[in-house]
């Protein structure tokens, strides 16, 4: 069984991909998007990190987190937030969409893939290409066709900000940005 590795390093910026399991697009549902926002803003109040952005998607949502500065530990918060979706979402909507992994003991392995990706940001420059990257996804996925029309995003924020344009990404491609985020 291959072991997993990943960078730690308290204080630092991260970016996050994670994903339904088989790709069930359960942030169709305004109710689940929802419960999920939600559950972040449960999870940040015990242990806390700061939202640098994030974009949720119908089978998977991406995040930029900056860690409090004596504290590494992204894991636990994906955890958290991955076990009390699936346990709140099968309250509310049972597990009959779902086939349970036979393999599997945890309840959130009707929800979601077993693990996720990250990816530490590096410097500025990786930073500003991931927060474009997350912010560009609705379109890079057929969604949308203007980004100002996908509402579970912090790009509004970013316009706000005066980071974006309203327009920004209507007619750029975004072919700079690679594909290897972890989708």
């Keep these: 069984m291959p072991e ?58 991406h995040l930029i987190w900056q860690m409090p500065e004596n504290d590494a530990d992204y894991s636990i918060r994906i955890s958290i937030i991955k076990r009390k979706f699936a346990i709140k979402y099968i309250e509310q909507y049972g597990n009959f969409a779902f086939q349970k992994n036979p393999l599997s003991k945890r309840k959130d392995a009707l929800i979601w893939q077993r693990r996720f990706w990250e990816h530490t940001i590096r410097d500025e420059e990786d930073l500003n290409h991931h927060i474009d990257y997350v912010h560009y996804n609705p379109i890079k996925h057929g969604l949308v066709e203007r980004l100002i029309d996908w509402k579970d995003s912090s790009f509004y924020k970013y316009v706000e900000m005066g980071h974006y344009g309203e327009n920004w990404g209507d007619e750029q491609l975004f072919g700079n940005v690679s594909d290897s985020f972890g989708e």
Excluded at 24 to 42: G, P, V
């Design 4 to 61: 997993y590795r990943r960078v730690k390093i308290p204080g630092a910026t991260y970016f996050f991909t994670l994903v339904t399991y088989h790709r069930n697009k359960i942030f169709s549902s305004e109710n689940a998007r929802n419960l999920l926002l939600d559950i972040f803003k449960q999870t940040k109040i015990r242990h806390p990190f700061k939202e640098v952005a994030y974009c949720l998607l119908p089978d998977h949502v």
